[in-house]
């Protein structure tokens, strides 16, 4: 998105191949287009408080869900589009059931058409996010995960209920912390969601279908995380900040440190094409870890294990436990 319009690019080359700008039924709305996912020849928004559908080519408007109230966000399924549809934090009010309540639909991907509603409790916010450039809360939003046929609901700082994706009946209903440790230098984020469980920044285990907790996968080194940053997952890895840079092994069960790299005040070591890569996002910085570097890892299952606690099993096409860097 540029300017509010979606640029179409040549994946090769990076050419400018068109623009899609927001249909023009809805082209009084202020900013253009917010938030984009493609989904198939669709391409879908936000455009302020409308969830839109349109070709991915030509622009043309397929579908439009509107909101009732004034916030909006969506994930998009395999046939189906999820979203939430909830009052911004400015206008709910405690006591006021209406302004504390938010809708989860789910639509038919094709026609826009609703297949199932249910209401979601979107508490007022009681504390208002602390610092000001790092907010402690999350806007209400859904997850959803295809293995599991389940749909997550996270709002304010927890993660409040599963749903059955194709029914929209209610699987369980809990607090799970988004900010923990809840210290000034962690902003509140949505947990990483794996084909069974959900994984909590702090390393907290939760099951997809029952909501029971499972063995935690980490610990920070003094009881707690250190830094700033929130976790990154892959199907394979778990990257994490812990004073230093750290990456938790899904299959073998060990956390490995690279000590003395400073990382981003953003996660910047991210799992992804069987590629460990870590770009540069250090500027600002002022934590004390000397060693400011970008790099790139990559499996190497002939090479033995440097460091203790990393020991499980490999494969090809698998994110490096021990490797070298570029």
Known sequence: ISGGVCLRLDPAKGELLGTIAVPASLDKTPGGWEEIRVAGDALLGIAGKHLVCVDRTSGRLRWRFDAE??????????????????????????????SEEGTISALDAGSGKVVWQTTAATPAVTEPPKPPDLPSLVSPQVAWCEASGVLLFTRNDSTAAAYQDATGKQL?????????????????????????????HAGEVVDLLTGERRARMWKGMNSELRGCGRALGSPCLITVRDAHLSCYDLAGGGHLYFRGIRSGCTNNLIPAGGILSAPHAMRHCTCNYAVAT?????????????????????????????????
């Open 294 to 326: 970008s790099l790139a890892l990559v499996n190497m299952p002939e090479a033995s294990n440097w460091d203790t606690g990393c020991c499980g099993p490999t494969n090809d096409n698998r994110s490096s436990r021990s490797g070298s860097a570029n």
């Open 172 to 200: 369980w209903a809990q607090e799970l912390s988004c900010k923990d440790p809840p210290n000034a230098y962690t902003s509140a984020s949505p947990p990483i969601v794996l084909s069974d469980c959900l994984v909590t």
């Open 69 to 98: 109230r004034d916030g909006i966000s969506f994930a998009v399924g395999k046939n189906t589009v999820y979203c939430v549809d909830y009052w911004l934090p400015r206008h709910r009010r405690r006591g006021d059931a209406e």
